[in-house]
């Protein structure tokens, strides 16, 4: 069977290949059925010094999807659009919402650095949407996903401004991408704030399936507590999938774990490596 589907990683926490940068953020090149699709844009410099060393010609993109508002997923959307011109991007209604991580002594913003009329002046074409959108033929944006269990809980610290004050931020714009390939689906989330288990329970019932081909991207565990993490490892092992891959945001103790309970289906990739579906 021919390749259907290939990811090269452009963005992401580690490196091991010369001449690459690592950065805190992710960036996933797609490339399916003839679409080439840049799923988020990490902070800023990474992409763009590490596409043109893996050959990644940017200018020839056919669509940006946007997994949520933080910086460290958008950063880098400005200055695409300057290097690319017009071109459709792919987002939660909410991706524009103003951003805090906030402790018992400090705040700082963490929100997209660029506003909607900035964006669109360069030429982005926002196509804005809650729900479940196919936007080519088999690529799918989850929307929102409902958080169902009781241990994938967003961390208090991620907040809005409400007021003179915050509110803690239910960051409902969090969404995965989903290709619909001959061997199965493969999902890719971005951070995973709304959590792994709900992520794929949504995308299960939208599918009609708990079989995935591929689950991959941020996982957003690097703070969870042991019991999140198996509980994660629990709900995975219900399911039916070939490749895990967690990146980004999911911190060195799940991977360990992750690639313990399922040391045969764990990929380990990084900036720079390519994987293949089909």
């Known amino acids: 069977m021919a390749e259907e589907a290939r990811i090269k990683i452009l963005v992401e926490e580690t490196v091991r290949r010369a001449h690459l940068i690592a950065e805190h953020g992710l960036s996933i090149l797609i490339e399916f059925r003839g679409q080439k699709i ?61 951003r805090f991580h906030v402790t018992e002594t400090s705040s700082r913003e963490i929100g997209m650095p660029w506003n909607r009329d900035t964006l669109e002046a360069k030429g982005a074409r926002f196509h804005l949407n809650r729900n479940l959108t196919e936007i080519f033929p088999d690529v799918f944006t989850t929307g929102e996903i409902p958080r169902e269990n009781d241990f994938e809980i967003i961390e208090k610290g991620f907040q809005i401004q409400k007021g003179a004050g915050f509110s803690r931020d239910a960051i409902r714009d969090d969404q995965a991408l989903v290709l619909k390939t001959q061997k199965g689906l493969v999902v890719i989330l971005g951070c995973g704030h709304s959590g792994v288990v709900n992520t794929l329970s949504a995308v299960g019932r939208a599918f009609g399936t708990t079989r995935f081909y591929a689950i991959l991207g941020g996982f957003h565990l690097v703070r969870a507590s042991e019991h999140r993490i198996h509980q994660t490892i629990g709900a995975l092992r219900e399911l039916s ?20 309970a399922f040391p045969e289906k764990f990929r380990d990739w990084h900036v720079g490596d390519t994987g293949s579906f089909g």
Not at 241 to 260: N, V
């Open 241 to 260: 999938f070939d490749i895990i891959s967690p990146m980004h945001c999911t911190g060195f103790r799940a991977r360990a774990e992750l690639y313990k």
């Open 38 to 98: 840049l799923f988020d844009t990490g902070q800023f410099k990474a992409l763009f010094w590490n596409a043109p060393q893996l050959g990644v010609d940017l200018k020839k993109l056919d669509a940006v999807v946007l997994s949520h508002g933080h910086y460290d997923h958008t950063g880098g959307l400005a200055e695409l659009i300057d290097q690319r011109g017009a071109v459709p991007v792919f987002a939660h209604p909410d991706v524009f919402q103003k």
